[in-house]
């Protein structure tokens, strides 16, 4: 079936602006300090929340098991780094104690020869750190190291322009989101199915990417939490099925508005990223099909001439 779109030209929303406030500055100052604190060492013994050096081997059975040790590891007592009862066991050690923590690894655990399983964990203290955060001075804003900032003067300016670019940003998000809506809601037809299949593939691929980064593989993720992948499919199904019609009513704009010979673009677009990877850019032609950029760099000419055009009221 074919599909048709309503008016994108001069499309009319409605977009609760974000304004850039000082108490927006003041609260990025803190965090910044917060972030940078000022460790003190610490004589007696460990606290919940104080930050301690120490060496640490795992063993099971009796056995040292593949990453379960470390020298001179850093940590905030109480932050949750570790297995439940490990850092509930270092509260009260003292610099030079060593002891032996007695812990159980998760049900859910990702390495399946200690999930559930009993160790222990052999640890010697080194040192123990008060913390608090960093105050506001000129010594402080050198230390950060922003090239042209060197005074708290400078330091606040330098904040409120990062922020004042931040707002902006999220303004321009939700200007794009809500137009885009409205763009979504005038298309008539029925979308292809197999774009949205090709839609969905593609966010599963997302989704065992980001599981692997954190050192597990989908599969084990979906034990944990006791799904299927077709659990997680159903769950992807509207976002797919949104991002296809967003995608068919781009392609209808350009097709509309004759947006056909985009090879300029698409050469000046391979140099750019030939040059960003150091890389020759035949072997970019290579890595990226041609009518993948084409259609994208449709998709973009499309989206900027509807945001262009769009007729926006901040409230």
């Known amino acids: ?23 927006m500055v003041n609260k990025q100052i803190q965090y910044t300090l917060t972030q940078n604190p000022l460790k003190e060492s610490k004589e007696g013994s460990i606290e919940n929340g104080d930050s301690a050096i120490f060496d640490f081997e795992g063993l099971k059975d009796g056995v040292a098991f593949d990453g379960g040790a470390a020298k001179n ?28 923590l007695h812990v159980t690894f998760p049900e859910n655990y990702q390495e399946q020869s200690l999930a559930g399983q009993p160790v222990i964990f052999k640890v010697k203290v080194h040192d123990i750190f008060t913390s608090k955060p960093a105050e506001l001075n000129d010594e402080f804003v050198a230390s950060l190291q922003i090239p042209e900032v060197n005074t708290v003067s400078e330091f606040e300016n330098y904040v409120r322009a ?12 939700k200007v794009q989101d809500v137009v885009f809506d409205a763009l979504m809601n005038t298309v008539e037809g029925e979308l292809p199915e197999d774009m949205i ?11 065992e990417m980001q599981m692997a980064q954190q050192g597990f593989s989908l599969d084990q993720y979906l034990q944990m939490v006791g799904q299927t992948r077709d659990d997680i499919r159903e769950q992807f199904k509207d976002f ?15 097709r509309l508005e004759e947006i056909i010979d985009v090879e300029e673009e ?6 750019l990223i030939a040059a960003s990877y150091g890389i020759d850019e035949e072997v970019v ?31």
Do not use: C, W
């Open 266 to 271: 698409i050469a000046e677009q391979m140099k």
């Open 240 to 254: 797919a099925t949104k991002q296809v019609r967003l995608e068919v009513a781009l392609m209808e704009v350009a």
């Open 285 to 315: 032609k290579q890595q990226i099909p041609h009518d993948e950029m084409e259609k994208e760099i449709k998709l973009m000419k499309a989206s900027q001439l509807v945001l262009d055009n769009a007729i926006v009221h901040y409230l």
């Open 1 to 23: 079936m074919e599909i048709k779109i309503g008016n994108y030209k001069g499309i009319e929303v409605e977009v609760e602006k974000v304004e850039l406030s000082d108490d």
């Open 197 to 207: 299949e090709a839609a969905l593939e593609q966010q599963m691929q997302r989704v």
């Open 73 to 100: 590891y850093e940590m905030v007592i109480g932050s949750g780094q570790f297995i439940p009862g490990f850092e509930e066991q270092m509260i009260g050690m003292t610099k030079g104690e060593e002891k032996d």
């Open 162 to 173: 990062y922020l004042s670019n931040e707002v902006q940003k999220q303004n321009n998000e």
